[in-house]
């Protein structure tokens, strides 16, 4: 009976073995599977981040380029009215200087008429 008992304990120790290294396999499963998924979301992310931050400096240039060409045509829509508006001021202040000449050769005038 010692015998056959031994041979009971030897089972129950091999089938106890086999549980634990079958729970540990499946735990060592478990925590490498949680670290790939770890490592899998840590890429996600890395790569959500550096496409925003690839969409955020491409946004900048392309707000930089707009600005730089508005400005280019601000500066060419007010050269050709510049101008214009330049001519027009000359004119009328040498037709104002003209009228001015044109009084004081009159007071002159009539300073030495009256002495």
Known sequence: MD?????????????????RDSYQAVADR???AQELNAE?????FNGVVNNLQ????????TSQQLADETQR??????????????TY???INSMFAFYQQGIEQT???AWRQGT
């Open 54 to 61: 690839q969409q955020a400096e491409s946004n900048r240039q």
């Open 73 to 86: 045509q601000q500066e060419a829509t007010q050269q050709p009215t510049q101008e214009p508006v330049g």
């Open 40 to 44: 899998l979301t840590q890429q996600f």
């Open 30 to 32: 478990a925590v490498s």
């Open 107 to 109: 007071q002159q005038q």
């Open 89 to 91: 001021m000359a004119f």
């Open 3 to 19: 015998q056959q008992q031994n041979q009971i304990n030897q089972a129950a120790e091999k089938f106890a073995e086999a549980v």
